[in-house]
């Protein structure tokens, strides 16, 4: 099994910075695609954004050239660095990947949620 982690959530006025991270801990995997994704109260779960294992990226329009997307692939750790926070990013911050485990008699990918972080952006 694989477990994802994420951290760097919190409070933070309009017009600030957070960035979140995103640690996978297990054995014998590797992530191919990770993303991140949002939930405010009463909405829909939405993509913020997404990066293959090949560095192509895709964003929301809502957080285009405010919100960048990384990995570190030594680390086994995704990031989403967010700034010029708005009221309207209020919402639960979830990271998904799909991990490509190699086993002993076979390979194969499954998909993973961590258990959310909190976002609050005051006005």
């Known amino acids: 099994q694989v477990q994802l982690v994420e951290s760097g959530g919190g409070l933070v006025q309009a017009g600030g910075s957070l960035r979140l991270s995103c640690a996978a801990s297990?054995?014998?995997?590797?992530?191919?695609?990770m993303g991140w994704y949002r939930q405010a109260p009463g909405k829909q779960r939405e993509l913020v954004a997404r990066m293959t294992s090949g560095g192509s990226t895709n964003y929301a329009d809502s957080v285009k050239g405010r919100f960048t997307i990384s990995r570190d692939n030594a680390k086994n750790t995704g990031y989403l660095q967010m700034n010029s926070l708005k009221p309207e990013d209020t919402a639960v911050y979830y990271c998904?990947?799909?991990?490509?485990?190699?086993?002993?008699?076979?390979?194969?990918?499954?998909?993973?949620w961590g258990q959310g972080t909190q976002v609050t952006v005051s006005s």
């Open positions: 297990g054995s014998m995997f590797s992530i191919n695609a």
């Open positions: 998904n990947a799909a991990i490509r485990h190699r086993g002993v008699f076979s390979t194969y990918e499954k998909d993973y």
